[in-house]
């Protein structure tokens, strides 16, 4: 019988191995990202990175897709337009000439005309007319001398690629529509396209690129689907319809297996389905340690539709609501009213229960369709998140109102992301307090009481905690990012993942340094990292002071139990000593032998 693997013994190596038996089966290796385990038929999607294949039409599906093609001109052609209003309004006209170029080359009748003609006569596809057309364009200004043809040429590329985009998004929304159970193979997924999955059908997914911090992984989780990301490239040696197993917990992935593997695999299933159903008996008990500590136990949330989950699951609250995702995979932006009822519905269907909800957290990998972000080099490094927000004052302003106006029908309070300065915060806090200062002038209520914390993700708000202390009422410490900034490692790059864990020295003293300062300053501090999900580091969470965990709804049980078997004073200790020990695999063996001491029936 092979083990049950618990989250505890996820695989987060990077490197991903492959190798091919002699009855074609094939077994590679990538990070494990969302527990459980899916069999099924695949559905490949070989789109992506823009290598356009030379497809060729059926006769009858010309007229359609002509209209497609207008379509996809007609939406970049107004994404286009939004860019050139804000950048005119922002810097000037002659900033937002460019867009207007772009504009018009985009609509330019000629263009037009070649599109149509390789559509209608020689059957092309509408992606491959479009790369085709536009690269000869950009060729041919190539060719001729001088940076400024040069430059023309790259803003060629920009719209080929732009159009593209829409062209593709339509053909990916249908990922939105599948009505058959498959196991979706892609070279990567959007956080946003992931979150239009629907798990009835999507049964699981892997992905050639991608980390285990990204937020498709933890929209994955959230969905519970069974996902396996940074594979490496794979997707060329399979065929839509062939069968697949997709091992989440170990983050293997076996194509074609044979009869014996698919026995191992459905009885491991079985396994699974039987500790689930014994972590279930936990649910009406409290997260409390064996010696007496209430430890709370909230659950982090992307979609309103999670807090049944949570409930389900018996969490104290939510501990972090990420409101972003309401902004995402839609062309306009949620009105002030829209928000208003997602932010009161789960307020209320908490029934009294603390809910976080965190101010918007886009940029990096989480973009909208809407153009509040520019492209950027070093996006996770860019203009995202509270920076984001600052920098669109109306949209921030409209988001607090909803908070404030939602905050009447249950526990809110209100966090900022990714604060990096004092002054960022002071700027975040001055808007709130001008949102506050609207609605009061209009008599609309909201609770005056409302806590306002802030996320610790940056190392530099770790340092200048004590400062931050004298200006929040709670801190979440927020270790997807925390572990990315400390080591200058993306969260999302599968060819770092090996150096990506929360197991780090220094990403445990940071922890440790912030949870002791705010012990200091009396300002209550949680977690809410993904790190905080994982058995593995609840000893020495617990051990460093916390006692407030947030999690995705999924992990309660699991946590749940961790907490019920563990003492305060040995974890004590095994925090104690883990922060004595000097690299990520000697602090990762130590944490296991320790847990293994409480949890021996779980293997790890
Ligand atoms: C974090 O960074 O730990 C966090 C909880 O926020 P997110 O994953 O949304 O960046
Ligand atoms: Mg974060």
């Known amino acids: 019988m092979r083990a049950v693997r618990p989250r505890s013994t996820r695989s987060h190596v990077g490197a991903s191995s492959r190798s091919r038996d002699r009855n074609n089966m094939e077994r590679l290796q990538g990070i494990a990202v969302s527990p459980g385990v899916a069999i099924g038929e695949v559905l490949v999607m070989d789109n992506e990175g823009f290598r356009i294949p030379r497809r060729f039409l059926p006769r009858d599906a010309v007229e359609d897709e002509l209209q497609r093609l207008k379509a996809a001109i007609g939406a970049a052609t107004s994404e286009m337009e939004r860019h050139r209003d804000r950048v005119a309004e922002q810097l000037g006209k002659d900033s937002a000439a460019i867009f207007a170029a772009h504009i018009q080359m985009l609509n330019d009748r000629g263009l037009w005309s070649k599109l149509e003609e390789m559509i209608r006569q020689r059957h092309y596809s509408p992606e491959y007319s479009v790369s085709r057309a536009l690269r000869h364009y950009a060729k041919v200004i190539q060719s001729l001398d001088g940076g400024y043809m040069q430059e023309r040429a790259t803003d060629i590329f920009d719209i080929e690629k732009r159009l593209l985009r829409h062209l593709f998004g339509k053909r990916r929304e249908e990922l939105a529509h599948i009505n058959a159970e498959v196991l979706v193979l892609a070279h990567t997924l959007t956080p946003s396209e992931t979150s239009n999955l629907n798990p009835k059908f999507v049964k699981g997914f892997v992905t050639e690129i991608g980390g285990a911090g990204s937020h498709t992984a933890i929209v994955a989780e959230a969905l519970g689907i069974p996902a396996v990301v940074g594979i490496g490239p794979f997707l060329t040696n399979v065929s839509g319809g062939e069968t697949a197993i997709i091992d989440g917990y170990q983050g293997i992935v076996i194509l074609a297996p044979d009869e014996e593997m698919l026995a191992r695999y459905r009885h491991d299933v079985v396994q699974y389905r039987s500790h689930a159903a014994k972590l279930e008996k936990l649910r009406d008990l409290p997260a409390e340690t064996a010696d007496g500590a209430r430890i709370q136990l909230l659950g982090n949330i992307e979609f309103p ?12 609250g939510i501990g972090l609501y990420r409101t972003e995702f309401l902004f995402m995979s839609r062309d306009e932006e949620p009105t002030e009213e829209e928000q208003t009822a997602a932010y009161s519905n789960v307020a209320r269907a908490m029934a009294g229960q603390p809910v976080v909800m965190r101010t918007i957290d886009l940029g990096a990998d989480k973009l909208p369709s809407i153009p509040y972000a520019p492209e950027e080099d070093n996006p996770f490094l860019g203009l995202r998140s509270i920076r984001l927000a600052l920098r669109n004052p109306e949209l921030f302003r409209k988001q607090l109102r909803a908070i404030l106006r939602a905050s009447v029908g249950g526990n809110i309070s209100i966090m900022f992301p990714l604060v990096s300065t004092l002054l960022e915060l002071k700027h975040a806090k001055m808007v709130l307090r001008e949102a506050r200062e609207d609605l009061e002038e209009e008599g609309t209520p909201f609770d005056r009481d409302i806590k306002v914390g802030m996320m610790v993700e940056v190392p530099s708000a770790v340092v200048m905690l004590d400062h931050f202390a004298e200006e929040v009422d709670f801190f979440s410490i927020g270790t997807n990012d925390l572990i990315q900034y400390a080591l200058a490692v993306d969260r999302s790059n599968k060819d770092v993942a090996g150096l990506y864990t929360a197991a780090d020295p220094s990403v445990l003293r940071l922890i440790h340094m912030a949870v002791k300062t705010a012990q200091k300053h009396e300002v209550p501090i949680s977690m809410c990292g993904q790190m905080c999900g994982n058995p593995l580091y609840v000893m020495l969470l617990l051990g460093m002071g916390l006692r407030s965990l947030s999690v995705t709804p999924a992990a309660i049980p699991e946590i749940k139990q961790v907490c019920r078997r563990v003492d305060i004073a040995t974890c004590e200790h095994v925090a104690k000593r883990a922060l004595e020990l000097e690299g ?21």
């Open 305 to 316: 539709y999670e807090v049944e989950q949570c409930q389900k699951r018996g969490a104290d």
């Open 584 to 604: 990520a695999p000697h602090i990762k063996t130590f944490l296991k032998e320790e847990l293994a001491k409480f949890l021996p029936e779980v293997p790890v």
